[in-house]
């Protein structure tokens, strides 16, 4: 059977609050992402008569009713869009917090206290709980592996909004939301592969906000076709695997079978990986039983090339920055016109929004045209993102152009209806960055009477900029591994890989299980 890979953020976190606004989240989910499944948070925050606030659950009437509604909503939808019904069940915090998605939308939620309880109450209907931000102390909101049911909870969201919960040690930290931290080793997915859970990886916002936010962690599902029972038996199987922020194509086999799957051993299991990233590859790791068994690097192998003629390459765009909220708490968004146009060919473009309002208006073969909406809080509606990983102070927009072109030819990006031409072999060596410094001296000096100075910093600081990151050739993206496994270790041993990008984004493949 033929597979294809279908991207979605399994984690948009809608309160009762906003519920009202869910045509919204429902367009902006529909345009970033394959599918989706809204998951009903059924908490808020309470307050003693001393005046302490704490986080409390919504009587069973309040959070039957949203949750119908919720459901109702997205039957009654019916435009080709696969989602799911779901909701955050937390217990008592003593079993970790899980996220449980229904495949049919007449299911009722369940609210017990402890994970067997949920399990148990939850049997008869068609459903799976997935742990998030396990790595939090077991106990405590971390997931406590010694109860995990893996029928029920066949996939873990190794990476969120919170951060990674690979391991306690791994670089990217689980310390966005200090009050539930620190991060320790019992909850994490490393501590569970070492001890023979069979487990697949996902990752998802843990937004709050809105869907699909680029930065706080997607999944790609491999599938037979686009329909909800694949989908769905997909995700059981553990066809998964978990990108932090820009998308994949991951092909990850042994032995001819797919990431998630379960395997006699051949003897000699041969391993078959094939990265197709949005940026630089820098190296794939290979885990045994949840330990690097081999590094497979790239970097280094592609940097010499000399390219001449045509040649394949891809750049990330990114808009934003601008005036210091401090002295200018009234701007918080700028509406910004942009093109890239290219004497050759646009092969793919990738959307990175973090809010909704941007869009690619138009896209020829020669020419991409965008409205790109860079944000900072918004008076009266809060955050319209949240803290991460790689973005934890700003709303900026990117995407990822990828374009065919002769390396002697220049792309133009126009910005603001002012042409910019850059040199295709000049963006293969450096990023280029244009910055809107004579709109920031205006704007100083309409506000403050802030005109000549001994340094730049007043103007600079309050520029809004375009960054055009440096170009990366297809060969530098486009990685393939073929090897033999080393031998068993277990009666059955799990193998994953670890692809890590340049950038310092990450994709963990769920593991496949080989059995002697």
């Given at each position: 059977?033929?597979?294809?890979?279908?991207?979605?953020?399994?984690?948009?976190?809608?309160?009762?609050?906003?519920?009202?606004?869910?045509?919204?989240?429902?367009?902006?989910?529909?345009?970033?992402?394959?599918?989706?499944?809204?998951?009903?948070?059924?908490?808020?925050?309470?307050?003693?008569?001393?005046?302490?606030?704490?986080?409390?659950?919504?009587?069973?009437?309040?959070?039957?009713?949203?949750?119908?509604?919720?459901?109702?909503?997205?039957e009654e939808k019916k435009d080709g869009f696969v989602t799911f019904p779901a909701y955050e069940w937390q217990g008592s915090g003593a079993d970790g917090d899980h996220n449980?998605?229904?495949?049919?939308?007449?299911?009722?939620?369940?609210?017990?206290?402890?994970?067997?309880?949920?399990?148990?109450?939850?049997?008869?209907?068609?459903?799976?709980?997935?742990?998030?931000?396990?790595?939090?102390?077991?106990?405590?909101?971390?997931?406590?592996?010694?109860?995990?049911?893996?029928?029920?909870?066949?996939?873990?969201?190794?990476?969120?909004?919170?951060?990674?919960?690979?391991?306690?040690?791994?670089?990217?930290?689980?310390?966005?939301?200090?009050?539930?931290?620190?991060?320790?080793?019992?909850?994490?997915?490393?501590?569970?592969?070492?001890?023979?859970?069979?487990?697949?990886?996902?990752?998802?916002?843990?937004?709050?906000?809105?869907?699909?936010?680029?930065?706080?962690?997607?999944?790609?599902?491999?599938?037979?076709?686009?329909?909800?029972?694949?989908?769905?038996?997909?995700?059981?199987?553990?066809?998964?695997?978990?990108?932090?922020?820009?998308?994949?194509?991951?092909?990850?086999?042994?032995?001819?079978?797919?990431?998630?799957?379960?395997?006699?051993?051949?003897?000699?299991?041969?391993?078959?990986?094939?990265?197709?990233?949005?940026?630089?590859?820098?190296?794939?790791?290979?885990?045994?039983?949840?330990v690097v068994a081999r590094v497979y690097t790239h970097a280094g192998t592609y940097e010499r090339t000399r390219h001449t003629g045509p040649v394949t390459f891809k750049f990330?765009?990114?808009?934003?920055?601008?005036?210091?909220?401090?002295?200018?708490?009234?701007?918080?968004?700028?509406?910004?016109?942009?093109?890239?146009?290219?004497?050759?060919?646009?092969?793919?473009?990738?959307?990175?929004?973090?809010?909704?309002?941007?869009?690619?208006?138009?896209?020829?073969?020669?020419?991409?045209?965008?409205?790109?909406?860079?944000?900072?809080?918004?008076?009266?509606?809060?955050?319209?993102?949240?803290?991460?990983?790689?973005?934890?102070?700003?709303?900026?927009?990117?995407?990822?152009?990828?374009?065919?072109?002769?390396?002697?030819?220049?792309?133009?990006?126009?910005?603001?209806?002012?042409?910019?031409?850059?040199?295709?072999?000049?963006?293969?060596?450096?990023?280029?960055?244009?910055?809107?410094?004579?709109?920031?001296?205006?704007?100083?000096?309409?506000?403050?009477?802030?005109?000549?100075?001994?340094?730049?910093?007043?103007?600079?600081?309050?520029?809004?900029?375009?960054?055009?990151?440096?170009?990366?050739?297809?060969?530098?993206?486009?990685?393939?591994v073929e090897d033999v496994l080393p031998p068993l270790e277990r009666e059955e041993d799990s193998f994953f890989i670890k692809v890590l990008l340049k950038s310092g984004e990450?994709?963990?493949?769920?593991?496949?299980?080989?059995?002697?």
């Amino acid at each position: 059977m033929e597979h294809k890979v279908y991207f979605s953020d399994y984690h948009s976190n809608i309160h009762s609050n906003q519920l009202d606004d869910l045509d919204r989240w429902y367009d902006f989910a529909r345009d970033m992402l394959d599918f989706w499944a809204p998951v009903y948070y059924p908490f808020f925050i309470n307050e003693n008569a001393a005046g302490f606030h704490f986080e409390d659950t919504w009587p069973p009437a309040r959070y039957d009713e949203d949750f119908s509604r919720l459901c109702r909503y997205l039957e009654e939808k019916k435009d080709g869009f696969v989602t799911f019904p779901a909701y955050e069940w937390q217990g008592s915090g003593a079993d970790g917090d899980h996220n449980v998605f229904f495949k049919h939308y007449d299911s009722r939620m369940k609210m017990p206290l402890t994970y067997r309880e949920l399990v148990e109450q939850l049997r008869p209907a068609e459903c799976i709980g997935i742990p998030h931000h396990t790595g939090y102390m077991p106990g405590h909101r971390g997931k406590n592996w010694a109860t995990n049911d893996e029928a029920f909870s066949p996939v873990m969201e190794i990476y969120s909004s919170h951060g990674c919960s690979e391991s306690s040690d791994c670089a990217i930290p689980l310390n966005v939301h200090i009050h539930m931290g620190p991060r320790t080793e019992q909850g994490t997915a490393l501590y569970a592969i070492r001890q023979g859970i069979k487990v697949g990886f996902i990752a998802s916002g843990d937004n709050h906000v809105c869907p699909a936010i680029a930065g706080n962690g997607f999944f790609g599902v491999v599938a037979g076709r686009y329909d909800r029972d694949e989908i769905y038996s997909a995700i059981q199987n553990r066809h998964t695997y978990a990108v932090t922020r820009s998308r994949m194509l991951l092909d990850y086999q042994v032995n001819g079978a797919i990431l998630g799957s379960e395997i006699p051993s051949r003897g000699e299991n041969r391993l078959r990986a094939e990265v197709v990233a949005g940026q630089a590859v820098d190296r794939i790791e290979l885990y045994q039983n949840g330990v690097v068994a081999r590094v497979y690097t790239h970097a280094g192998t592609y940097e010499r090339t000399r390219h001449t003629g045509p040649v394949t390459f891809k750049f990330e765009l990114e808009a934003g920055w601008g005036p210091d909220r401090r002295n200018f708490p009234d701007i918080c968004q700028k509406t910004w016109d942009i093109q890239v146009k290219t004497r050759g060919r646009i092969e793919s473009v990738e959307k990175l929004w973090t809010s909704p309002g941007s869009a690619i208006l138009t896209q020829s073969e020669g020419c991409l045209s965008m409205r790109v909406v860079s944000r900072k809080d918004l008076p009266g509606q809060g955050k319209l993102s949240q803290k991460n990983y790689f973005s934890p102070n700003i709303q900026n927009q990117s995407v990822i152009v990828e374009i065919t072109d002769d390396i002697r030819h220049s792309i133009e990006v126009w910005i603001d209806g002012v042409r910019q031409e850059i040199p295709i072999a000049r963006l293969l060596e450096e990023s280029v960055l244009f910055a809107q410094e004579q709109e920031a001296r205006q704007l100083l000096e309409e506000r403050f009477g802030f005109g000549e100075y001994y340094r730049e910093d007043p103007f600079w600081h309050n520029a809004y900029k375009v960054l055009v990151h440096r170009a990366c050739p297809k060969e530098a993206y486009h990685m393939t591994v073929e090897d033999v496994l080393p031998p068993l270790e277990r009666e059955e041993d799990s193998f994953f890989i670890k692809v890590l990008l340049k950038s310092g984004e990450a994709g963990w493949a769920s593991p496949i299980w080989i059995k002697a």
